[in-house]
Each structure stands twice: as structure tokens, then as C-alpha cells.
């Protein structure tokens, strides 16, 4: 089991800036992937980063690529997503999410999910 709680959500401005933390707990070490989700009112689930631990490689979605950056302290078990120049559009809950074996984009195929942060940022 892997227990997951994500911090740094918040109200920001266009243009701003925010850094969302996912602290991992329990069984975190082997082939394991971390990762962000976020879901936006009325839409779906949608991918935006994950960082794989063995390989140190980190996948960003396109809309993301260039504003946001993953990364991961191994000896803390702790994610980060730090979001620069933040869109209106960048609102959402986001989610931390983690799953044993190689980096995927689709979440259902992460075995477990953090509670979500919610994001918003004013235009």
C-alpha cells in the first residue's frame, strides 16, 4: 500500500506561480512511478506529469511543457510539481497518483491517488 496527501494548492493570479508537493508513505521503493493528475469542473481526468524513480526520466503533457516542472526527492518520498506563468485554465484539482512499473499516461492504470489540491488561478 501507498498513501499519498498533496499540499501547496491555492488561489494565484494569471501569470503566477504555485509548487504542489505529494508526500509518498508506505511501501515506495522498487519500479515505482509518481505523478500528477487534474481534473477540471465538467471535464475529465487529464494527465500532466510523472517522474519515473529508476530512470529519473519525467514526462510533462503538451499543454503543460515549458510552464511546468516535475520533480522528486527520493530520500524524502516527496513529488513536486512546480507551475509557473499559470493559465485560467490550469484550474483544477489536481491529484498525486502512483503506480508500480513504467511511466503511462493514463490514469487507470495508477493503482493509488492522493485526496487532490485545488488550483485556481484568476484572470
Known amino acids: 500500500q501507498v498513501q499519498l496527501v498533496e499540499s501547496g494548492g491555492g488561489l494565484v493570479q494569471a501569470g503566477g506561480s504555485l509548487r504542489l508537493s505529494c508526500a509518498a508513505s508506505?511501501?515506495?521503493?522498487?519500479?515505482?512511478?509518481m505523478g500528477w493528475f487534474r481534473q477540471a469542473p465538467g471535464k475529465e481526468r487529464e494527465f500532466v506529469a510523472a517522474?519515473?524513480?529508476?530512470?529519473?526520466?519525467?514526462y510533462l503533457a503538451d499543454s503543460v511543457k515549458g510552464r511546468f516542472t516535475i520533480s522528486r526527492d527520493n530520500a524524502k518520498n516527496v513529488l513536486y510539481l512546480q507551475m509557473n506563468s499559470l493559465k485560467p485554465e490550469d484550474t483544477a484539482v489536481y491529484y498525486c497518483?502512483?503506480?508500480?512499473?513504467?511511466?503511462?499516461?493514463?490514469?487507470?492504470?495508477?493503482?493509488?491517488w492522493g485526496q487532490g489540491t485545488q488550483v485556481t488561478v484568476s484572470s
Open positions: 497518483a502512483s503506480r508500480f512499473g513504467p511511466v503511462v499516461t493514463d490514469g487507470n492504470r495508477y493503482n493509488y
Open positions: 508506505g511501501r515506495t521503493s522498487g519500479t515505482y512511478v
Open positions: 517522474f519515473s524513480r529508476s530512470g529519473g526520466t519525467t
